[in-house]
């Protein structure tokens, strides 16, 4: 497996799946040309942006592909590898020399505007650091916490900061508060791809989602000793803030376009002030939109491993489950061999217990390709009985932020055919020719 983003990077070029951006590009044009290049399912590395001396890198995940060639097995091997490895927890090991502390910032010299962090979408409140690994202490356990939260930029040494309410962070938050105490932060950028997948992960309080770093990577991550804060990073990331903030300490932050593709309204939020920064040789820093590939690829990818494992616990002949239809996870898929008539509604009741969030779900047969929404609109159009099919759980807990009660019932769909009626709704195909 490689070490970090530079052995991903030096992977994806060997693969001819990188465009490296060597001509001058203003940062305003960055946010366009990454929505192009994820239409092109390649990653971009612009090399050259002007007024500012280091590159930024986006579309890590451009497709399913990239992810196998990260865990080294076929594309459709990734759900399966992922669960396998998920629970085999390695606890990071500590280094004493890091290149991310080869430049050290601090007081005057701090000033993360010179950094080209980018405005995401036209009407975001501003510049936004949007794939920083961001790692905390439990102040009464010492347990440690990886999240992402998106950060504001808004004076050399200080940016706004995110934290939702339920989020592991927050009692963090909460608890510094009781004791009266900062909370102090290390935001890693230019991260190992599998450090962020596993900060993506929900695996409950009091995990520390590096150990499931080491277990998806299969060896332990590599962190050192921040300088100015009391907690660990990666050691082979690119780039460090390091820094707290104070309880009730609050700004407005925003709009920001959110995973959704809204824009989320201004509102109060924390500040994190930052005590240093360090970093590599021109560090190479990553963006990710909201509502990208990227994010849908972070936040899907461990929940679709969930609901694999649960349907699977059921004995449910599982083979594939996605929850990348669309750019969000809110809607999801699975392709089942189906054993018993009713099956596909256990199949749904299973996803939903698995994932808060999930609102809609569609189960299809072995021959759907869960992953094309084209597919998906086939079997509901060929095999969807409506009046035995469609299952409503009105009154359930789904995504948050949710004043018009879009997100508080669930919704699945049986788009498989009657079962002992195989032999008529076998798909026709175009079978391919034998390989020479
Ligand atoms: C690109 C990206 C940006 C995110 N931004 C935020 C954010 O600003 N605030 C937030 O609370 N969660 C955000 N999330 C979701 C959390 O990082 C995610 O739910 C994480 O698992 C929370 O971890 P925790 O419960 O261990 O604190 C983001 C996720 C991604 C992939
Ligand atoms: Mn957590």
Redesign the pocket.
Known sequence: MVKDLREYLALLRQKGWLDEITQPRSLDSLAGFMTEQEKKERTVLFDNIEGYDCPMVNNLFANRDFLAALFECPTDQVTQVFSQRYDERIKPVMVTQAPVQTKVYTGDQIDVLRFPFIQHAPKDGGRYI??GL?IAKDPRTGVR???????QLKGKDYTG????P??????YYNAAKALGQRLELAVAVGNHPID?LA?????G?D?D?LEIAGALRGEPVELVKCLTVDLEVPARAELVLEGYIIPDELEPEGP?GD?MEFYVPVMPNNIFHITAITCRERPILQS?H?GSR??VT??STPREAVIYNMLHSMNIDVRQVSLQLCNNYLTGAAAIRKQLEDEPKNAMLGAFATFKFLKNFIVVDHDVDVDDPKEIIWALSTRLRAERGVMVLPHTLGFGRDEYGIHTAKLGLDATAPLDRWDEFERTGHPLPPES
């Open positions: 949007s794939a961001v916490n990886c999240s992402i939260n998106r950060m900061f995110r934290m939702s339920r989020q592991d962070l927050e009692a962020l900060a993506a992960c929900g695996p309080r995990v989602e920001f995973f990710i909201a990227d994010d972070l936040l």
